[in-house]
């Protein structure tokens, strides 16, 4: 069994237990995932499952989608409702002015990783560190926000659609609007309804999992991982020895159609067959690929 499950994860577990009950459900240790959410946050968690974990690296740098629900005057230990209440203020923010300090958030932006976060340093996790309370000096980090679009409005509650980079911390987003319109905020809802070509609305709870499984018919919610790679062009090769396949190995044959690909990922199938990712190189005026990872 191999091949991916994009995964509505809900509230309250975090990712490792998406995949430990996977593990469980499946019979197969091999289950990872790209792209973290918070035990509070539910939404789109692909996970990979078998040979399809060797390609977990082809997707940790996608940019993810969120919708995420902003409380206005409320600050908190952790950024979101899960921690204690640290202060409360009067909110006195019009939906214009909203929106217009929102604006000041897209494009680069540096960010400061919470005390509440999985960041580890010196081989332990920073939310340890924070739960003996002790604070730990964290280097700001540069991420992107494409866009953040007002959905709802209420002068004390704010519902935007946010798309970022990997590696944005939504509730320190939230924390710093909070800090810019100067009533404080903090995270009390959210939800990943995007992670890279992944969508919430093509996404299996583990109930419906669950089901097709004891119902013999996993292939319903499992996703072949080639099927992952559709954007990058195809080879298909004619050989009967699917050997020859090896990591670092160079082939040559008929790739001039690719010559306007080098460096540049390609998926390869001997036959029907898929056999993984090579890269387009150009060796003395030929077209050749390089094998960069079998997914076989």
């Given at each position: 069994?191999?091949?991916v499950?994009n995964i509505?994860?809900?509230?309250g577990m975090?990712s490792h237990?998406?995949v430990?009950?996977?593990?469980?459900?499946?019979k197969i240790?091999k289950?990872?995932?790209?792209g973290?959410?918070?035990p509070a946050?539910?939404?789109?968690?692909?996970i990979?499952?078998g040979?399809?974990?060797k390609?977990?690296?082809?997707?940790v740098?996608?940019?993810?989608?969120y919708i995420?629900?902003?409380r206005?005057?409320?600050?908190t230990?952790?950024?979101d409702?899960?921690?204690?209440?640290t202060?409360?203020?009067?909110v006195?923010i019009d939906?214009?002015k909203?929106?217009?300090t929102?604006?000041?958030?897209?494009g680069?932006?540096w960010?400061?990783?919470?005390?509440?976060s999985?960041?580890?340093?010196k081989?332990?996790?920073l939310y340890?560190?924070?739960?003996?309370?002790?604070?730990?000096?964290?280097?700001p980090?540069?991420v992107?926000?494409?866009?953040?679009?007002l959905?709802?409005?209420?002068?004390k509650t704010a519902i935007v659609?946010?798309?970022?980079?990997?590696?944005?911390?939504i509730r320190?987003?939230?924390?710093d609007?909070g800090?810019e319109l100067?009533c404080?905020?903090?995270?009390?809802?959210?939800?990943r309804?995007?992670?890279?070509?992944?969508?919430?609305?093509?996404?299996?709870?583990?109930?419906e999992?669950?089901q097709?499984?004891?119902g013999g018919?996993?292939e319903?919610?499992?996703?072949?991982?080639?099927?992952?790679?559709?954007?990058m062009?195809m080879?298909?090769?004619?050989?009967?020895?699917r050997?020859?396949?090896?990591k670092?190995k160079?082939l040559?044959?008929?790739?001039?159609h690719?010559k306007d690909?080098v460096?540049?990922?390609?998926?390869?199938?001997n036959?029907?067959?898929?056999?993984?990712?090579?890269i387009?190189?150009?060796i003395?005026?030929?077209?050749a690929?390089?094998i960069?990872?079998?997914?076989?």
């Open positions: 069994m191999k091949g499950i509505l994860k809900p509230p975090t237990d998406v430990t009950f996977l593990r469980r459900l499946l240790k289950i990872g995932h790209s973290t959410l918070d946050a539910a939404g789109v968690l692909p990979f499952i040979k399809a974990t390609a977990i690296e082809f997707f740098d996608d940019d993810k989608e995420a629900e902003i206005l005057g409320i600050t230990d952790t950024g409702f899960e921690g204690n209440i202060n409360i203020n009067p006195k939906r214009f909203f929106k217009k929102i604006e000041q958030f897209t680069d932006v960010q400061v990783p919470p005390m509440y999985a960041v580890r340093y081989g332990r996790k340890e560190y924070a739960r003996q309370g002790v604070v730990i000096e964290r280097k980090r540069k992107k926000i494409y866009s953040i679009d959905l709802d409005y209420d002068e659609r946010i798309t970022c980079s990997k590696g944005t911390y320190t987003l939230c924390e609007i800090k100067g404080g905020a903090c995270l009390s809802c959210l939800v309804v995007r992670s890279g070509q992944f969508i919430i609305e093509k996404s299996a709870t583990l109930e999992i669950q097709n499984y004891i018919i996993p319903k919610v499992m996703i072949p991982i080639d099927k992952c790679f559709k954007h062009p080879v298909r090769l004619h050989r009967e020895d050997s020859f396949f090896i670092g160079m040559f044959g008929d790739f001039e690719l690909h460096d540049k990922y390609v998926r390869v199938y036959f029907e067959e898929f056999l993984g990712i090579a387009v190189k150009n003395k005026e030929k077209t690929i390089k960069f990872k079998s997914l076989n």
